[in-house]
């Protein structure tokens, strides 16, 4: 019961499912058919993952909440049942009305206040065993990239756009987890790359604004309330703090922020990679072209009681290796909390 004062463990974790498609209810049909080999991966997959509530990011939305419902019951037939569930509109696919890319079309994929092919396209959604507080939960998807404090706004932006242009690409979300000892609020956000843009570096500096919108809200220096303690910032922040391309002192400023801890989530793969300046075991994704990345996060606030943390990205020898690779390419973060 609330406020009994029995220690309550729980296993948190982000996984970038690679569940969005080309079209609008093009996820439905997926989950209808029942035959879709990565649709049956990633079931086995949360299944062994055993996490308490998960966030999925690049999972398409729908306004009914159908296609998160048919996930969930696979999930329950397969005796991993997570009865509570929750998701908002993303700003992906979401029309600005403005020509962004400078295409001379607009209702383009890249015209959207996050890239998206339709609206719904790649959102995120909360799988969860323990009751959420859908009414207690706070969307700050809204937060103008304009009015973040010290923002990197492009050169040559169009100001009507600037009177509109969101600062999350997918969303920015507070939402409270019922659990026995208190409320632990879950602090979810998916990036943009710091890729696929020009010399203006739009996309780089998106990412690294992200990250800072979350440094100012945890600081209260922004015109919103600071979360509530205890909560978990998780997510797919798509910037690796050591390699690859991107402005890195934004999610690193977030890694050493003091009212964060970061457990550094390991995978047993073995790999190496001595062309990287990151340890390998802290990746999270793998690309053909330039090997493995920590971009998933998963940083409980500094109060909580981290009792383990990992990748579920095992050896090749182990049976999972091969769900996992045909599941998605990024592999699941979890950390293990005591809430007091």
Avoid: C
């Avoid at 029995?6 to 439905?28: F, H, S």
């Avoid at 029942?34 to 398409?60: E, F, K």
């Avoid at 996060?297 to 690779?325: F, H, I, K, N, R």
Wanted: aromatic letters at 6%; proline letters at 9%; charged letters at 20%.
């Amino acid at each position: 019961m609330p406020g009994s004062g029995t220690a309550e463990t729980l296993r948190i974790a982000t996984w970038n499912v690679g569940l969005d498609r080309n079209g609008p209810g093009l996820l439905v049909q997926d989950l209808m058919r029942g035959d879709t080999p990565q649709i049956a991966a990633i079931v086995r997959v949360l299944s062994v993952l055993d996490a308490d509530v998960v966030l999925l990011t690049a999972v398409d939305f729908d306004l009914g909440g159908v296609a998160l419902r048919m996930l969930a019951d696979e999930l329950a037939a397969a005796g991993a049942a997570y009865p509570h569930h929750f998701a908002l509109r993303p700003n992906t696919g979401m029309q600005t009305g403005f020509d962004v890319d400078g295409n001379g079309r607009l209702g383009d994929a890249r015209d959207a206040q996050g890239f998206g092919l339709f609206s719904g396209h790649a959102g995120m959604a909360v799988l969860s065993r323990l009751p959420i507080d859908s009414d207690g939960a706070h969307d700050h998807s809204a937060f103008l990239w304009r009015d973040l404090p010290g923002a990197l706004i492009p050169d040559g932006m169009d100001p009507g756009l600037l009177q509109v242009q969101r600062l999350a690409t997918t969303g920015f979300w507070d939402v409270p987890i019922r659990a026995d000892a208190g409320p632990l609020h879950l602090l979810a956000w998916h990036a943009t790359p710091p890729v696929f843009d020009g010399p203006e570096d739009r996309n780089g500096k998106r990412n690294h604004d992200e990250a800072a919108f979350w440094r100012l809200y945890l600081d209260g220096a922004l015109p919103i309330a600071p979360p509530a303690a205890p909560f978990v910032l998780l997510g797919d922040g798509n910037l690796d703090p050591a390699d690859g391309d991107g402005l890195r002192d934004g999610v690193g400023a977030l890694l050493s922020h003091p009212a964060l801890q970061d457990p550094a989530p390991r995978g047993g793969h073995g790999r190496d990679e001595p062309g990287h300046q990151g340890d390998p075991a802290l990746d999270t994704v793998l690309y053909a072209d330039i090997g493995g990345l920590r971009l998933d996060y998963v940083l409980p606030s500094a109060a909580l009681v981290v009792t383990g943390a990992g990748v579920l990205w095992p050896g090749p020898d182990d049976p999972l290796a091969a769900d996992l690779a045909a599941a998605s390419r990024h592999f699941p973060v979890w950390v293990d909390v005591v809430l007091p």
